[in-house]
Nanobody, 116 residues
Framework: QVRLVESGGDWVQPGGSLRLSCTAS????????MGWYRQAPGNEREVVAF????????DYIPSVKGRFTISRDDTMNTLYLQMNSLKPEDTAVYYC?????????WGQGTQVTVSS
């Protein structure tokens, strides 16, 4: 069974950048469509970015398009999210999971805080 562990979250000022990582243990990572999700206080968890198996197809929600880049390294069983030009509204706990998400794979997430 795949276990997902997110890392890389931090506090940054508006306009700053962060790179999140999601490392998968176990087998099966490379055959899955993957995504980054986030949940801000008082909000529902939402998908932020999607990457297909193999990495050829990606997609983003409109509010992060042009600022965030999702990528994957299947040799390292790792998913990445490069976040640039961060805004206060990007503040949330970020999670990785399959697309569609598997409830058994939600990890602890990693906190991203954008404020001055």
């Amino acid at each position: 069974q795949v276990r997902l562990v997110e890392s890389g979250g931090d506090w940054v000022q508006p306009g700053g950048s962060l790179r999140l990582s999601c490392t998968a243990s176990g087998s099966g990572f490379s055959v899955d469509h993957m995504g980054w999700y986030r949940q801000a206080p008082g909000n529902e968890r939402e998908v932020v970015a999607f990457i297909a198996q193999g990495g050829a197809l990606v997609d983003y929600i409109p509010s992060v398009k042009g600022r965030f880049t999702i990528s994957r390294d299947d040799t390292m069983n790792t998913l990445y999210l490069q976040m640039n030009s961060l805004k206060p509204e990007d503040t949330a706990v970020y999670y990785c999971n399959l697309v569609p998400p598997d409830t058994q794979h939600w990890g602890q997430g990693t906190q991203v805080t954008v404020s001055s």
